[in-house]
């Protein structure tokens, strides 16, 4: 049974006292998760041990970072590296989101290495992989999307691969409150899937957990994850309103219903 997974994005969004207040709301709400299923937080770097504390006692709660560097440790002044992360009790590091790969120009080479270098230092890659709308419109999201998988991901071994979390993001879809139909999104989740089992095999690719992340709101979120393909979402502005976020989590409890599992 594979872990089906709401991730919070928060990306640099929040004062203390905003982020307190946010905190403090999900802390106080009920969730109906199974054992498989868990609740994602990822803040800005600085709330990342207040966060840590905050969640301690309930166990649906993982804390994740917005990114990590390619080394592990060093003079590159303004970077956070891998083993700091797990130091703090930080369990997962999403990769390769489409902000960082335009505005700060992310290669599929350096995203290899911090996948690497965040696998060695024990935390779980939640890697981003999606097509822009030039590429989509020309239907072509296939080979752009396999492409990034062979480039920054297909040289793991198959024990590295089990502890990476697929988000995909269809680039078009972030932020501009167009989301992609869910059928668009278990074509996809289902193209990845079956990557991964021509470059492994099809035991291993039914294990990993792939996440949809493009615009996921609690109007949209049921039907998202109602795809069989769907183990959850990496959730961008939605995450940061408490009632809305709770709704979409409360989807994925419906889904873990609805499929018997």
């Given at each position: 049974?594979?872990?089906?997974?709401?991730?919070?994005?928060?990306?640099?969004?929040?004062?203390?006292?905003?982020?307190?207040?946010?905190?403090?709301?999900?802390?106080?709400?009920?969730?109906?998760?199974?054992?498989?299923?868990?609740?994602?937080?990822?803040?800005?770097?600085?709330?990342?041990?207040?966060?840590?504390?905050?969640?301690?006692?309930?166990?649906?709660?993982?804390?994740?970072?917005?990114?990590?560097y390619t080394e592990p440790s060093g003079a590159f002044t303004g970077e956070v590296a891998a083993p700091m992360l797990s130091s703090i009790g930080v369990e997962y590091v999403i990769i390769g989101h489409s902000e960082r790969r335009q505005y700060f120009h992310e290669t599929h080479d350096m995203l290899a290495r911090k996948i690497n270098i965040a696998l060695q230092s024990g935390l779980k890659p939640i890697f981003c992989c999606g097509e822009p709308l030039d590429i989509r419109q020309q239907q072509a999201q296939n080979a752009y999307v396999e492409k990034q998988l062979q480039e920054s991901l297909f040289h793991l071994s198959e024990e590295q691969l089990r502890q990476v979390v697929i988000a995909y993001e269809p680039v078009w879809a972030i932020?501009?409150?167009?989301?992609?139909?869910?059928?668009?999104?278990?074509?996809?989740?289902?193209?990845?899937?079956?990557?991964?089992?021509?470059?492994?095999?099809?035991?291993?690719?039914?294990?990993?957990?792939?996440?949809?992340?493009?615009?996921?709101?609690?109007?949209?979120?049921?039907?998202?994850?109602?795809?069989?393909?769907?183990?959850?979402?990496?959730?961008?502005g939605a995450s940061l309103k408490a009632e809305e976020f709770t709704r979409i989590v409360e989807a994925l409890a419906v889904k873990q219903t609805n499929r018997g599992l």
């Open positions: 049974m594979r872990k089906q997974i709401v991730a919070g994005n928060w990306k640099m969004h929040g004062t203390l006292d905003e982020v307190q207040l946010l905190a403090d709301q999900l802390h106080a709400a009920t969730f109906h998760l199974q054992h498989h299923q868990e609740i994602v937080i990822c803040p800005p770097f600085v709330y990342l041990m207040m966060l840590r504390e905050r969640f301690r006692d309930r166990r649906e709660f993982h804390i994740g970072a917005q990114n990590c932020g501009t409150g167009v989301n992609a139909t869910a059928q668009q999104a278990q074509e996809m989740h289902a193209f990845i899937r079956n990557a991964i089992a021509t470059r492994y095999h099809a035991a291993l690719a039914n294990d990993i957990t792939i996440l949809y992340g493009g615009s996921v709101k609690a109007s949209n979120a049921a039907e998202l994850f109602a795809c069989p393909d769907v183990d959850g979402g990496l959730v961008g």
